[in-house]
């Protein structure tokens, strides 16, 4: 994989993802997601993904909303302080929505070691975290219908053990990460798939190894040669990247450190719009389903939109930007 | 710093008013030492955690699980991941290191998380109402909840005091309390037992601030807010399981420089506080 160019369009993309492939999808919550990779996904109509992504954002709840989730694997699914996953909550609370969707509830913690242990090709990994707590309680396991007969899902969810090397603690064995396909945006990628991050990579080095296919836009598509000078911020090696794409504006309506902020009108919109499904499904058609290119959906959203979201490059994001959308105006 | 030794006020006594939310921030931020390493979690933790910094605390070490060591943002971070929270910040880990080292390493002094639910032995529930394969209502899950409940050396707790939230006992317990879920998920058993250190310290409310008996391991008053109106028999009505007061102290209310801090520089949007 370290031929030199990696270049593929956002129109492939949805080549690359299966039904029913175990996804991560990188950044964290409302942090530099590949939402237009997401769009795409959408888009194509994709059906029974198996989110595996560490923790979930909107890309997660927007992937739920348009049917193409079948199983959850996560820590958190949210919005953080902008509102909560109205689509995630109506497929674990409706009972008419019952069984449509498996989630199993992981931690940070374990979310961070269980990728790490993908990575490192092991099987698993001992942690001293989920003692004592629901998630790990036999009789509480969401996917516990699914282990055993799904080759996706581990067959069991943890084991408890004693450590026979040293001073013999009990500690939770839990199942390495295995994704099938890996998404994340960046703010700049070599055309050989060389990964550049800043304001964080959180877990995406680890999930770019571990996954069977990684795929990574960015603002920039640049030459090799431009991130021999950025070594220190290159968090990913393009050995283990597929195909690389062009993407400005790719991560809105998260933010992208020294690029963009949190985009706060969508977020009251899509709030809006995800607490009813029909709601949800005019969303859909208005911001995804009707949109030829990601260029469109950008063009909808409007040029003096993403000019009010630009990032200071000094703070790596916007002063100005109104966080608290029940006294958001319009854009002025 | 205790709250008892704190020096009084020589500009008075705040005679603006404030609401409970507010003293709650800060009764929480007032438990927090100079010097600790802090794990915030999202929500109110970011904003007595920031007030903490521009009071008495001013070189407690701010982590935040998903990117940021020694954070010390100019504007208040609205996730763990936010860029505020990156900008002059000592070092930009990620979770592995966050959490599966300096946390699991025991490194981590406090860890300060808000919730949904907490009962008398401070077991913390951010994951579902009711039964959890058919919950009347879900929340967003763990985050990195649990691990810090489990792992840190002791947590401190905030959330809005309302019989619905403080119950006997959580219908899900996210994160570890005092006595929390045996291994085969039938009974309860003393996070000891099970080998945990660390454990609730205090659980800081709209109505005053509890801790945690050193014997029993229930949840009592250790403080209310009287300078609110606040009595001891509505503290015993909004809370769902029998709770000691007889240890109650009135809180010293907020200083004007606290309230000031909080409002201008802290939260000056109501992002949390909702003003």
Same mark, same amino acid.
């Given at each position: 994989?370290?031929?030199?160019?990696?270049?593929?369009?956002?129109?492939?993309?949805?080549?690359?993802?299966?039904?029913?492939?175990?996804?991560?999808?990188?950044?964290?919550?409302?942090?530099?997601?590949?939402?237009?990779?997401?769009?795409?996904?959408?888009?194509?109509?994709?059906?029974?993904?198996?989110?595996?992504?560490?923790?979930?954002?909107?890309?997660?709840?927007?992937?739920?909303?348009?049917?193409?989730?079948?199983?959850?694997?996560?820590?958190?699914?949210?919005?953080?302080?902008?509102?909560?996953?109205?689509?995630?909550?109506?497929?674990?609370?409706?009972?008419?929505?019952?069984?449509?969707?498996?989630?199993?509830?992981?931690?940070?913690?374990?979310? +961070?070691?269980?990728?790490?242990?993908?990575?490192?090709?092991?099987?698993?990994?001992?942690?001293?975290?989920?003692?004592?707590?629901?998630?790990?309680?036999?009789?509480?396991?969401?996917?516990?219908?699914?282990?055993?007969?799904?080759?996706?899902?581990?067959?069991?969810?943890?084991?408890?053990?004693?450590?026979?090397?040293?001073?013999?603690?009990?500690?939770?064995?839990?199942?390495?990460?295995?994704?099938?396909?890996?998404?994340?945006?960046?703010?700049? +990628?070599?055309?050989?798939?060389?990964? #550049?991050?800043?304001?964080?990579?959180?877990?995406?080095?680890?999930?770019?190894?571990?996954?069977?296919?990684?795929?990574?836009?960015?603002?920039?598509?640049?030459?090799?040669?431009?991130?021999?000078?950025? +070594?220190?911020?290159?968090?990913?090696?393009?050995?283990?990247?597929?195909?690389?794409?062009?993407?400005?504006?790719?991560?809105?309506?998260?933010?992208?450190?020294?690029?963009?902020?949190?985009?706060?009108?969508?977020?009251?919109?899509?709030?809006?719009? #995800?607490?009813?499904?029909?709601?949800?499904?005019?969303?859909?058609?208005?911001?995804?389903?009707?949109?030829?290119?990601?260029?469109?959906?950008?063009?909808?959203?409007?040029?003096?939109?993403?000019?009010?979201?630009?990032?200071?490059?000094?703070?790596?994001? &916007?002063?100005?930007?109104?966080?608290?959308?029940?006294?958001?105006?319009?854009?002025? | 710093?205790?709250?008892?030794?704190?020096?009084?006020?020589?500009?008075?006594? &705040?005679?603006?008013?404030?609401?409970?939310?507010?003293?709650?921030?800060?009764?929480?931020?007032?438990?927090?030492?100079?010097?600790?390493?802090?794990?915030?979690?999202?929500?109110?933790?970011?904003?007595?955690?920031?007030?903490?910094?521009?009071?008495?605390?001013?070189?407690?070490?701010?982590?935040?699980?998903?990117?940021?060591?020694?954070?010390?943002?100019?504007?208040?971070?609205? !996730?763990?991941?936010?860029?505020?929270?990156?900008?002059?910040?000592?070092?930009?880990?990620?979770?592995?290191?966050?959490?599966?080292?300096?946390?699991?390493?025991?490194?981590?002094?406090?860890?300060?998380?808000?919730?949904?639910?907490?009962?008398?032995?401070?077991?913390?529930?951010?994951? !579902?109402?009711?039964?959890?394969?058919?919950?009347?209502?879900?929340?967003?899950?763990?985050?990195?909840?649990?691990?810090?409940?489990?792992?840190?050396?002791?947590?401190?707790?905030?959330?809005?005091?309302?019989?619905?939230?403080?119950?006997?006992?959580?219908?899900?317990?996210?994160?570890?309390?005092?006595?929390?879920?045996?291994?085969?998920?039938? #009974?309860?058993?003393?996070?000891?037992?099970?080998?945990?250190?660390?454990?609730?310290?205090?659980?800081?409310?709209?109505?005053?601030?509890?801790?945690?008996?050193? &014997?029993?391991?229930?949840?009592?008053?250790?403080?209310?807010?009287?300078?609110?109106?606040?009595?001891?028999?509505?503290?015993?009505?909004?809370?769902?399981?029998?709770?000691?007061?007889?240890?109650?102290?009135?809180?010293?209310?907020?200083?004007?420089?606290?309230?000031?801090?909080?409002?201008?520089?802290?939260?000056?949007?109501?992002?949390?506080?909702?003003?």
């Amino acid at each position: 994989m370290s031929g030199s160019n990696k270049k593929i369009l956002l129109e492939q993309v949805a080549d690359y993802v299966k039904d029913g492939d175990r996804v991560w999808t990188g950044g964290w919550t409302v942090v530099r997601k590949p939402m237009a990779m997401v769009y795409e996904v959408i888009k194509k109509r994709k059906k029974n993904l198996h989110l595996v992504g560490n923790p979930g954002g909107p890309e997660t709840d927007l992937l739920i909303g348009a049917g193409c989730v079948i199983k959850t694997e996560t820590n958190y699914i949210g919005h953080e302080v902008f509102g909560h996953p109205y689509n995630f909550r109506r497929k674990m609370e409706d009972e008419k929505h019952q069984g449509e969707l498996f989630h199993d509830d992981w931690t940070v913690a374990t979310g +961070a070691l269980r990728i790490m242990a993908g990575a490192m090709n092991i099987p698993f990994i001992p942690t001293r975290s989920l003692k004592g707590s629901d998630i790990i309680n036999p009789s509480l396991d969401g996917f516990q219908a699914l282990r055993g007969s799904d080759d996706k899902v581990p067959k069991k969810k943890v084991v408890l053990m004693e450590d026979p090397f040293w001073e013999g603690d009990t500690v939770a064995l839990i199942p390495a990460l295995k994704p099938d396909v890996c998404l994340i945006h960046a703010q700049e +990628a070599g055309d050989d798939g060389t990964v #550049s991050i800043t304001g964080g990579a959180f877990l995406d080095y680890y999930a770019a190894v571990a996954s069977g296919i990684t795929i990574v836009s960015a603002e920039r598509i640049v030459p090799r040669e431009a991130l021999e000078q950025t +070594a220190e911020s290159n968090v990913i090696p393009g050995e283990v990247v597929n195909a690389v794409l062009e993407v400005p504006n790719g991560a809105h309506p998260t933010a992208l450190h020294r690029f963009y902020d949190n985009d706060p009108w969508w977020f009251k919109e899509y709030l809006e719009a #995800s607490k009813d499904e029909q709601r949800m499904e005019e969303w859909l058609e208005k911001w995804v389903y009707s949109m030829d290119h990601f260029s469109d959906y950008l063009e909808k959203i409007g040029f003096k939109r993403l000019q009010k979201l630009r990032a200071n490059p000094v703070y790596g994001y &916007n002063p100005d930007i109104k966080r608290r959308l029940d006294k958001l105006g319009g854009v002025t | 710093m205790n709250v008892e030794e704190q020096a009084p006020d020589k500009t008075g006594k &705040n005679k603006t008013s404030y609401s409970q939310l507010e003293m709650m921030v800060i009764a929480s931020s007032r438990l927090l030492e100079d010097q600790e390493r802090v794990l915030v979690g999202t929500g109110l933790p970011l904003v007595g955690a920031g007030l903490a910094k521009k009071t008495h605390a001013k070189d407690m070490v701010v982590i935040m699980e998903a990117v940021a060591f020694d954070s010390n943002p100019q504007s208040l971070p609205f !996730c763990v991941a936010d860029a505020r929270a990156v900008y002059k910040t000592r070092w930009v880990p990620t979770a592995a290191e966050v959490m599966g080292h300096f946390l699991q390493g025991g490194r981590i002094d406090v860890g300060y998380l808000g919730g949904a639910q907490v009962d008398q032995y401070g077991n913390l529930n951010s994951t !579902c109402i009711g039964d959890y394969y058919s919950p009347t209502k879900r929340f967003e899950g763990s985050g990195g909840a649990s691990d810090i409940a489990a792992l840190a050396k002791k947590t401190i707790i905030i959330m809005a005091h309302e019989k619905k939230r403080f119950v006997e006992t959580v219908d899900y317990i996210t994160s570890t309390g005092w006595k929390c879920r045996s291994y085969d998920g039938k #009974s309860l058993v003393y996070r000891w037992e099970l080998g945990l250190d660390g454990g609730p310290f205090a659980v800081v409310s709209t109505m005053g601030v509890m801790k945690f008996d050193a &014997n029993t391991h229930k949840m009592y008053v250790d403080y209310y807010y009287a300078d609110l109106g606040v009595t001891l028999g509505e503290i015993i009505n909004a809370t769902g399981f029998d709770i000691d007061t007889s240890r109650a102290k009135p809180m010293e209310p907020p200083t004007l420089l606290e309230l000031e801090l909080l409002r201008t520089k802290v939260d000056p949007e109501g992002i949390y506080m909702k003003y």
